[in-house]
């Protein structure tokens, strides 16, 4: 039973950041129809510029918020000098221009930044806290209670707010949301700065826990994308579920068969969802009349 509870909380913690960067692709898709597998790179960029920040003499919360702020600007930059250009091209294209960036941003951190592996000091301290008979470290609380928190944050954003119904109305209809006064161009550079942002946070809450290096993005994507995709591409909630879910699958899989069988997790889970249930658990399904 202890052990059954340790690997519970190892994959609820990786799951929140598989949710994190899973409600990123989210925010891209529901403003646009795009698929952003640069996603992962934003999780790399909030943990790597935190550490040099950080390193350089600003105080870890300052040097989280900086982190944040310019990837933020990193993402608005993306929207503005990759995809309005291209705007109007077929979805494909889209999403290979942000496959492009996301090799761009990986070549560009390795000049800027090394090839090793850093970490700064946890929020609230390394000693491990005792729950029902395992352990779970505080920073492990805060990944799990920012996933939760964003979740909740996105909701009210896209259910209580004029802005919010403006992303949703320029995903169903970019043109119809023009004529009714939605700037769908400021949606859009909103859709990549939040996106960047929450990828970001991802990076800054679990740098602590498994390190941060220049090619960590490429991993994180994968796995955020197959939550999105397990949970129903576009919706908030599923890209929580699909990423706790896949969170724990991997820890259940490398603790009762075997560490080696847990990477294959998240593409077994995107085939299944493909050939079974393509709309996901929590998708719309959808028609078309012909």
Not at 51 to 56: D, L, P, Q, S
Not at 116 to 137: C, K, N, Y
Not at 185 to 207: E, H, K, P, Q, R
């Amino acid at each position: 039973m202890d052990g059954l509870m340790q690997f519970i909380f190892s994959g609820l913690t990786v799951g929140a950041v598989y949710a994190l960067v899973a409600l990123g692709f989210t925010i891209i898709y529901n403003a646009s129809d795009v698929v952003n597998f640069s996603q992962g790179e934003f999780v790399m960029l909030g943990g790597m510029i935190t550490v040099f920040t950080f390193e350089a003499g600003l105080p870890l919360p300052l040097a989280a918020v900086v982190a944040i702020a310019v990837t933020a600007g990193v993402g608005v930059a993306l929207n503005k000098l990759a995809i309005e250009p291209a705007r109007g091209a077929p979805v494909v294209s889209l999403i290979i221009i942000t496959i492009g960036a996301s090799i761009l941003i990986r070549g560009a951190s390795q000049l800027i930044f090394d090839k090793q592996l850093h970490r700064f000091p946890a929020f609230s301290g390394d000693e491990p806290l005792q729950v029902l008979g395992a352990t779970i470290l505080p920073q492990s609380l805060w990944v799990i209670g920012g996933a939760l928190l964003v979740f909740v944050a996105l909701w009210l954003f896209f259910t209580k707010t004029l802005t919010g119904k403006a992303v949703l109305a320029t995903a169903n209809n970019r043109l119809a949301a023009q004529l009714v006064g939605i700037n769908t161009n400021y949606v859009m550079t909103l859709s990549f700065a939040l996106s960047a942002a929450i990828g970001a946070l991802a990076g800054v809450l679990v740098t602590p826990i498994t390190l941060v290096g220049y090619d960590v993005g490429v991993g994180l994507a994968l796995k955020g994308f197959a939550a999105a995709m397990l949970g129903g591409m576009g919706n908030p909630k599923g890209a929580l579920v699909g990423g706790l879910l896949l969170g724990l699958c991997e820890a259940l899989t490398a603790g009762f068969l075997s560490s080696q069988y847990k990477e294959a997790v998240a593409f077994v889970i995107i085939l299944a969802v493909l050939f079974v249930m393509p709309q996901g658990l929590f998708g719309r399904k959808s028609t078309e009349r012909v």
